[in-house]
């Protein structure tokens, strides 16, 4: 079955500090992976995403994530968070056996970033 | 901005109801996908409308429907409303049903049963 878990509800952390969300997926295929972020009355925005290659994946706003398939994971990692950091993180999961748009979510971690 | 709009921005009906949600797709795209999103929860995805075929569903009930029009727009319609339908309802358009294709979605649309 296909299910996404983030262990982390709540994460705070302070500003300029390092930041790693985690996830960890199970899919039956080979699995698409992404990290959405949502402001609040905001829809979901895209991080990043991985589909092949390179296991380490970059995105916007300064946020990479690392593909372990052995440890069927896809953490997200900034170097220094920024307050306007603050938001919740989804992480998703797909496939090629599947269309785009059946995605798989976790429960999202809560970020807060502390001045 | 991500060029998908959606309304009402929220709503208020009470059980037994029926209600309509509409999106506005990016222009260009062809594919819609439906989610809801509970509170404290990840979006679930409902169903997905591809060149106005239904083209996936998730485990959803048949009170659940959908269309796609032919400038693909979309609605999502409730019936028999339940208080556990309260959510944000939040649509994603694509530029194909592919994986590759990037998700683009709107801000949802705030539904509380009374």
């Known amino acids: 079955a296909q299910s996404v878990t983030q262990p982390d509800i709540h994460i705070t952390v302070s500003e300029g500090a390092s930041l790693e969300l985690r996830c960890n997926y199970s899919?039956?295929?080979?699995?698409?992976l992404f990290w959405y972020v949502q402001s609040p009355g905001q829809g979901l925005q895209l991080l990043l995403k991985?589909?092949?290659?390179?296991?380490l994946v970059q995105g916007i706003k300064g946020f990479e994530a690392e593909f372990k398939r052995s440890q069927s994971s896809f953490n997200l990692r900034k170097p220094s968070v920024h307050w306007s950091d603050a938001a919740e993180y989804f992480c998703a999961v797909g496939g090629a056996g599947s269309t785009l748009g059946r995605l798989y979510f976790g429960r999202g971690t809560q970020l807060t970033v502390w001045p | 901005e991500t060029g998908v709009t959606q309304s009402p921005t929220h709503l208020i009906k009470t059980r037994g109801q029926q209600v309509t949600l509409r999106c506005s797709s990016q222009?260009?795209?062809?594919?819609v996908s439906w989610y809801q999103q509970a509170l404290g929860q990840g979006p679930q995805f409902i169903f997905q409308y591809y060149r106005e075929e239904e083209n996936g569903r998730g485990n959803f009930p048949p009170r659940f429907s959908g269309l796609q029009f032919p400038n693909y727009s979309s609605e999502l319609n409730v019936n028999a409303l339940e208080l556990d339908d309260s959510a944000l309802y939040l649509c994603?358009?694509?530029?194909?049903?592919?994986?590759?294709?990037?998700?683009?979605f709107g801000s949802g649309t705030q539904l509380s049963v009374l």
């Open positions: 991985y589909f092949s290659g390179d296991t």
């Open positions: 222009s260009g795209h062809n594919t």
């Open positions: 899919y039956g295929a080979t699995p698409y």
């Open positions: 994603a358009s694509s530029l194909a049903a592919t994986p590759d294709e990037k998700l683009f």
